[in-house]
C-alpha cells in the first residue's frame, strides 16, 4: 500500500491521511510522507473476538469524521470497518473476481480485469478520479540513522562486499526453491566475486534456516575441493534470522541483489530499491510481480500442463502445498547456473 499512499499525498497534500494496519505491519510505514497517523490493529483469530475488536475500532475512528475510508485489499471485516467510520465517501475493493465491493460508494474501475496487485490496490485511488499511472513501486522510507545501521551491521557482521540476500522463505512449500540450490548460489557467488551471502528467515522459520545451514556444509564437500578455501567460503554465508522489519530494511539497503521466492523480503527489497531477482513457481507472475525486470527480472518456467487451478481466462496457477506427483518441476527446473548470472547482470558485476 505504500505506493497507493505515496499517490494518495500526491493528490492531496494538505489531507490528513490515518492508516488503520495490523500491528505487524505497521512499522513499514513509519516515516512515510503520506502517513500523518498510523492505527495498529491486533487481528484476533477467534471470530466474536475479532468482531468485538472491530466494532471498538469502528467506535474510535467514528469519533475522527474522516471524510473519506479508502479500503485496498478489502476483507469482510475489514469492509465493515471501513463502512463503520461513517465516512460518507468509501472506496471500497474486494480483490476477487467475482466479489461485489461491499460498502463502497464508488465504482472501482476494472474490476474483474486481471493485473497487477498493486494496479488492482491503486484502482482504489484511482476511484476518487486521481489519475496515477500504471508501474508505480512500494517505498519504505528510511531515516538516516537507520540507513547507516544497516551498514554497520553488515560490517560488523564480517561480511565482505559485494553483499548477496537470499529469501529462503515462502508461504507454502512449492513456493520454495530447493535449499541446496540456494546454498549453491551462495557459495558460487562467494567464490566468483570474493563477496558474501546471508539468508533471510522469519522468526517461525529457524528450521527452515537450520536446513539451510546444512545443505550450505554439503554444498561445499561437492563445489570446493581445497578445505582451507571451504572455510573462507564457509565464514562468508551467514544468517539473518526475525530481526525487526524495519532493521531488516536497512540491512537489504546494503545488499546488491537478493535473489528469492514469491515472497515478503523480494517485496522489501524492492521497496528499499535493492534489485531482485524472483524465483516463481507455481503462481503466475503477473499478477503478483509487477515490478520492471530490468532492475527486478524473474525466473518462470512457462507453459506447464500442471498448473491446473486457475479459473477460465485468469493466468495458470496451482494451489497445491505439497507437490508429488510432478517433482516440483515448476521450481527445479530453475537452474543454479541461470541464477546466478542473472545475479551478474542486475548488479552489473
Known sequence: MTAALDALRRA?????????????????LENHPGVDKIWPYERKKETTARARAIARLAFRLRKESFDCAINLHASPSSSILAFGTGAPVRSIHFHGHNHRNRYSTVDIPGKGAVKPITERDMDTIRALDIYIPEGLTPRVYLDSAEFVRGEEYIFNMGLNNPVLALGLGASRPTKIWPLERFAALAIRWCDRTGGSAISVVAGNEEALNSDFNEAVDEQLELI????????????????????????LASVLRHCDVLVGNDSGPRHLAVSVQTPTITLIGPEHPYE??????????YMYIENLACRKDAAEGMPAWCGLEICTVERHQCMKQIKVDQVLEKCFQVTQL
Do not use: C, F, M
Not at 503478483?288 to 527480472?297: L, Q, S
Open 12 to 28: 492531496y497534500p494538505k489531507a490528513e491521511i490515518h492508516v488503520v494496519v495490523t500491528s505487524n505491519w505497521a512499522p513499514l
Open 288 to 297: 503478483w510481480h509487477p515490478y520492471p525486470t530490468d532492475i527486478h527480472p
Open 224 to 247: 570446493i575441493e581445497d578445505s582451507a578455501r571451504r572455510k573462507q567460503l564457509r565464514d562468508q554465508i551467514k544468517n539473518l534470522v526475525g530481526i525487526p522489519i524495519r532493521h
